[in-house]
């Protein structure tokens, strides 16, 4: 079948790659893409990062591209503000605002929304940290000094109470693992890392959860388990977030943690693919599937979803070392490969103590991680050799040999 129409449902950095892809790519058909929020899309690391900081002025929000460059360029019908509500893919249809839309290849890119805290309903002053929105909701509150209580120690929480406290305003961070970052980097390295809340005054309580909101209209404060209650402004909940996969109950793709594909992407359904947070692939490199939250994974399973969709006879599959990265505080903490190991090796460097470092994780007789903090020219250099399957005892020599290296030249 000749593929005149793409359509791409979800307008954040994997849509926005699709598009460009098949634009790349010499397509010349109609492209439609679908956007639930009003936004141009943008970029969300920044976010909880610097979009947080106190600058003085209003911050500009991080789109990608102008509308006249998606309109004009890349030729893009733009339909912004309704999410896609329903697939038929029978039919080769979508609905999007009581619109039905057909469409010859499809790419589903509509992310993952933000958990959210039950019990908050008609509180003001209690946020998801997901959305632009979300991040002006949030910005303003820090501008007013409010009191800060953050729920999760991911990457969310950690990186907003980083900016509250370099606004030097008081902020509490409740975490119901018995360390920080445990899902991302495993429950050795998350201690480690706990010490950049302590040493920069964060009021860092694991171990917890939160039984109750209070406050009459406005959250007032936040009852813990323990039976300690904390006064609050401001409430941040960054407890994850779950696959968009709602609007796709009855279509008939296979959903579980998101919406399952094979390696090249394909959710096996005749010309639609899946790409970026809401999509769990098999992925080869792992020979496992997963689902990653990541911007290098969603901008590339963009690209490549799109791509396949066009031309699946030629269909590529995509397999990856996952890598993300996160700024707290006064450092940057990397991550390449999987926490999951059987063991972990601080092999360079002070991680708890002088905040610098390099840990491997071994899974079996595999290199399988590798956690840099403040060890920036690192961390891709351990993701080429979990790439190409390097053993444990290869990646420990290489780690000293970048460490005499180094040696060598502070000397």
């Known amino acids: 079948m000749s593929v005149r129409r793409l359509v791409v449902v979800g307008a954040s950095l994997a849509g926005l790659r699709a598009v460009e892809a098949a634009r790349r790519d010499g397509f010349d058909g109609r492209i439609t893409l679908v956007g639930a929020e009003p936004h141009l899309p943008y970029d969300r690391p920044p976010l909880s990062k610097r979009?947080?900081?106190?600058?003085?002025?209003?911050?500009?929000?991080?789109?990608?591209?102008?509308?006249?460059?998606?309109?004009?360029?890349?030729g893009a019908e733009l339909l912004l503000g309704d999410p896609a509500t329903f697939l038929d893919t029978a039919a080769r249809t979508i609905v999007v605002g009581g619109r039905t839309i057909g469409y010859d290849a499809l790419v589903v890119a509509t992310g993952a929304t933000a958990r959210r805290l039950p019990g908050a309903a008609g509180l003001t002053?209690?946020?998801?940290?997901?959305?632009?929105?979300?991040?002006?909701?949030?910005?303003?509150?820090?501008?007013?000094?409010?009191?800060?209580?953050?729920?999760?120690a991911g990457f969310i929480g950690a990186e907003t109470a980083a900016a509250a406290r370099k606004r030097g305003l008081d902020v509490v961070v409740v975490e119901t693992q018995p360390t920080p970052l445990v899902r991302a980097v495993g429950e050795a390295m998350g201690g480690a890392l706990a010490s950049l809340h302590l040493?920069?005054?964060?009021?860092?309580?694991?171990?917890?959860?939160?039984?109750?909101?209070?406050?009459?209209?406005?959250?007032?404060?936040?009852?813990?388990?323990?039976?300690?209650?904390?006064?609050?402004?401001?409430v941040v909940v960054g407890t994850g977030a779950v696959p968009a996969t709602d609007w796709l109950e009855d279509s008939g793709l296979t959903l579980s943690n998101g919406v399952v594909c094979d390696e090249t992407l394909c959710t096996g359904a005749e010309g639609v693919y899946?790409?970026?947070?809401v999509a769990r692939w098999h992925n080869p490199a792992f020979d496992r599937l997963m689902r990653l939250e990541h911007w290098i994974?969603?901008?590339?399973?963009?690209?490549?979803?799109?791509?396949?969709?066009?031309?699946?006879?030629?269909?590529?599959?995509y397999a990856t070392v996952p890598y993300f990265w996160s700024d707290q505080y006064d450092s940057r903490i990397q991550f390449v490969g999987v926490p999951q190991s059987d063991e972990i090796d601080v092999v360079d460097?002070?991680?708890?103590?002088?905040?610098?470092?390099?840990?491997?994780?071994?899974?079996?007789?595999?290199?399988?991680?590798?956690?840099?903090?403040?060890?920036?020219?690192?961390?891709?250099?351990?993701?080429?050799l979990i790439a190409r399957g390097a053993s444990w005892a290869e990646g420990l020599a290489f780690a000293r040999s970048r460490s005499r290296s180094r040696h060598t030249t502070d000397a």
Do not use: W
């Open 199 to 234: 040493r920069h005054g964060t009021d860092l309580r694991c171990g917890l959860s939160v039984t109750s909101l209070e406050g009459e209209e406005r959250v007032e404060r936040v009852r813990l388990s323990d039976g300690s209650v904390l006064d609050a402004d401001l």
């Open 274 to 277: 899946a790409a970026g947070d």
């Open 349 to 384: 460097g002070d991680i708890e103590g002088d905040q610098h470092g390099v840990a491997l994780y071994r899974g079996g007789d595999r290199l399988v991680g590798a956690l840099a903090v403040n060890r920036p020219t690192e961390i891709m250099k351990y993701r080429g």
């Open 125 to 152: 002053g209690v946020h998801t940290l997901r959305t632009l929105d979300d991040a002006l909701a949030v910005r303003r509150a820090l501008d007013s000094g409010a009191r800060t209580v953050v729920i999760g």
């Open 51 to 74: 979009f947080l900081d106190a600058s003085g002025t209003d911050p500009v929000p991080p789109t990608f591209r102008t509308e006249e460059a998606l309109r004009t360029d890349l």
């Open 297 to 317: 994974s969603a901008a590339e399973q963009g690209a490549v979803a799109a791509r396949n969709a066009l031309n699946p006879a030629a269909a590529k599959t």
